[in-house]
């Protein structure tokens, strides 16, 4: 018994070392077996697997070059989002940059302007940060009633990635910032020349500009060779394919800072410069146009994140509010940075709505959407973060409310 018990460990281990040497194995053990195929050879840059097939959605437009394309949040784990499913929103399409012949302008109330190579900003010390950007157009249709299918429709306008660059505030040095500079203007080199004015506070606090993204030179779709990270801040506010930072003593005014990326309010005034993304969260599994596979144990799965800072608190509620119950966050807990939220739940087949609210480190909560409505009034598109509801059928379908 224990000799057969023997016979068989030593043939597998005999298989092992065949499957590690191949047929030519110097302990002279393995003998190949001939009748396998071989798999594909190494390659030098890496691609998914043939059978995963999850994409970015785009909205239809008649205008390809301008539109978004969201990424698929109730498909993925952890809080990176993969390089490849970064959410998109261009205004004027990709432009295609030579970081040979790219150039960032540094100019207006500097004491010594100063253009930089990409090779001149890498020279400079490197500041790594896990960070989100959000589009303030998320969920936008949810202003109005559920909106989207899913949960890439409704929130796939937010993406967090590890961002490498130098700290802005360190270039403005070399440039020398003048007294009465309050405001920069950043622009980008693509077809729609997005400029943008930030508080000169900001700029000099925690601003990047990124050249690297989960850890290699940016995606062409997330502003290669070059841009803008500014943490916390509507996602327009980080311009792609920087070309040009201008300080000035006040903010340009530009076509994204009056006619877009301003929020009418019920009174008929519009508020400007709301530049801060507040706390969100979402339950990203069971999510609207999943299924439910059957009765028993699911993991709720979620993203919470603010733009003011860490998520302290996550509740989550299994029959439309009445009861909230704490989630459990996963670590890492970041600043400005998706936090990933489970909670293990029961379900005895019952028609329920499933919601999610997030609590960040200065007290915010996360509102309901009457709450929202109430405050913004009936004219609003950016900025919707309100909880959102998924209505679970005794079916085991979902639907978004
Ligand atoms: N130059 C330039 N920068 C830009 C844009 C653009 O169209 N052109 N779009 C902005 C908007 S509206 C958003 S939400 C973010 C999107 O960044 P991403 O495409 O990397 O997700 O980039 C911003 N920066
Ligand atoms: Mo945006």
Redesign the pocket.
């Given at each position: 018994m224990s000799g057969t018990h023997r016979r068989g460990f030593l043939t597998r281990t005999r298989n092992a070392v065949a499957a590690l040497c191949g047929a030519a194995s110097p302990l002279g053990l393995a003998v190949a077996d001939t009748t396998k195929a071989q798999g594909a050879p190494n390659s030098g840059y890496g691609s998914r697997s043939r059978f995963e097939t999850i994409r970015r959605w785009i909205t239809p437009s008649r205008f390809p070059t301008?539109t978004?394309s969201w990424t698929p949040l109730g498909d993925l784990d952890g809080i990176i989002t993969p390089s490849a499913l970064?959410?998109?929103?261009?205004?004027?399409g990709v432009p295609d940059i030579d970081p040979a012949t790219h150039e960032l302008l540094v100019h207006g109330l500097v004491d010594r302007p100063l253009t930089f190579s990409l090779a001149e900003l890498r020279r400079f010390p490197v500041t790594n940060r896990i960070c989100f950007?959000?589009?303030?157009?998320n969920s936008y249709r949810e202003w109005h009633g559920p909106g989207g299918a899913d949960v890439q429709q409704t929130h796939g306008?937010t993406?967090c990635s590890q961002w490498s660059g130098v700290l802005l505030r360190t270039v403005l040095a070399e440039a020398g910032v003048q007294a009465d500079a309050q405001w920069v203007v950043a622009?980008?080199?693509?077809g729609?020349?997005?400029t943008r004015s930030i508080p000169l506070a900001k700029c000099l606090d925690d601003v990047l500009l990124a050249t690297a993204q989960n850890g290699e030179a940016l995606r062409p779709?997330?502003?290669y060779p070059v841009?803008l990270l500014v943490p916390g801040y509507?996602?327009?506010?980080?311009?792609?394919?920087?070309r040009r930072l201008k300080l000035t003593a006040t903010p340009y005014y530009t076509r994204e800072e009056t006619s877009k990326y301003t929020d009418l309010m019920p009174d008929g005034r519009a508020r400007e410069f709301t530049f801060v993304m507040e706390a969100k969260s979402v339950i990203t599994s069971p999510s609207a146009g999943q299924r439910l596979a059957g009765q028993g144990f699911h993991e709720i799965r979620g993203l919470a994140w603010s733009g003011r800072g860490r998520i302290t608190r996550v509740e989550v509620s299994t029959d439309g509010g009445r009861n909230w119950h704490e989630a459990e966050l996963h670590g890492p807990v970041l600043p400005v940075c998706h936090t990933r939220f489970t909670l293990p739940w029961e379900w005895r087949g019952e028609a329920t709505q499933l919601m999610s609210r997030a609590t960040d480190e200065t007290g915010y909560r996360q509102p309901t959407r009457e709450e929202l409505a109430a405050a913004r009034g009936p004219h609003s598109f950016y900025h919707y973060n309100a909880i959102q509801r998924w209505l679970v059928g005794s079916d085991g379908s979902i639907r978004n409310v």
């Open positions: 301008s978004a970064h959410y998109e929103r261009h205004h004027g950007i959000e589009c303030s157009g306008l993406s622009e980008g080199a693509d729609a020349a997005m779709e997330q502003g841009r509507e996602g327009s506010i980080s311009v792609k394919w920087l």
